[in-house]
T-cell receptor
Framework: RKEVEQDPGPFNVPEGATVAFNCTYS??????FFWYRQDCRKEPKLLMS???SGNEDGRFTAQLNRASQYISLLIRDSKLSDSATYLC?????????????FGTGTRLTIIP | EPEVTQTPSHQVTQMGQEVILRCVPI?????FYWYRQILGQKVEFLVS????????KSEIFDDQFSVERPDGSNFTLKIRSTKLEDSAMYFC????????????FGPGTRLTVL
């Protein structure tokens, strides 16, 4: 099983629609979870951290299910500017040394 | 808003040459990282660095790679003898606390090995 697995897409969604992405991770000891977005040939930019209780930031909602090792991201009222690749990112603890492990990303295109 | 900066934005080199990629992390951050992304592939961890020491490195980070913090602001990645397969985007990142906290990425250096 891949460390972090995402549906690569592409998701082509009309402007204003709601879209959801899912991600699974393999290491049950993972402690921290993030969604980053990456525009073409640019750096990953932190979109939001994902907390156990779920969290919302404007049009974006992230959920974590530790039992199923599953993370989700919901985007409501999608905008053209939301077109990007969304990266599911998991922190893998390793005796105090920690690194981020990235999924391959889900590509989203918002259609006018 | 403070940000991570990287130079150069694009580096072209001949196979076998040495390259040094430079990064200036966010000033109050203490943890530094290098990642790479081969075109069309996922972002991969290379190395983490704290208190002037490597904290962790991946299997990609072999003897051809080294990192250094030569002064209070710069963080460098050196590739001693570049190979064609080293062609990738190299991202520097920094965080205020260890990996469980958010890491902020620089704009990257695109390395092309000919």
């Amino acid at each position: 099983r891949k460390e972090v697995e995402q549906d690569p897409g592409p998701f082509n969604v009309p402007e204003g629609a709601t879209v959801a992405f899912n991600c699974t991770y393999s290491n049950s000891a993972s402690q921290s979870f993030f969604w980053y977005r990456q525009d073409c040939r640019k750096e990953p930019k932190l979109l939001m951290s994902v907390y156990s209780s779920g969290n919302e930031d404007g049009r974006f909602t992230a959920q974590l299910n530790r039992a199923s090792q599953y993370i989700s991201l919901l985007i409501r009222d999608s905008k053209l500017s939301d077109s990007a690749t969304y990266l599911c990112v998991v922190n893998v603890p390793n005796f105090g040394n920690e690194k981020l492990t990235f999924g391959t990303g889900t590509r989203l295109t918002i259609i006018p | 808003e403070p940000e991570v900066t990287q130079t150069p934005s694009h580096q072209v080199t001949q196979m076998g040459q040495e390259v040094i990629l430079r990064c200036v992390p966010i000033s109050n951050h203490l943890y530094f990282y290098w990642y790479r992304q081969i075109l069309g592939q996922k972002v991969e961890f290379l190395v983490s660095f704290y208190n002037n020491e490597i904290s962790e490195k991946s299997e990609i980070f072999d003897d051809q790679f080294s990192v250094e913090r030569p002064d209070g602001s710069n963080f460098t990645l050196k590739i001693r003898s570049t190979k064609l397969e080293d062609s990738a985007m190299y991202f520097c990142a920094s965080s205020e606390y260890p990996g469980g906290y958010e890491q902020f990425f620089g704009p990257g250096t695109r390395l092309t090995v000919l």
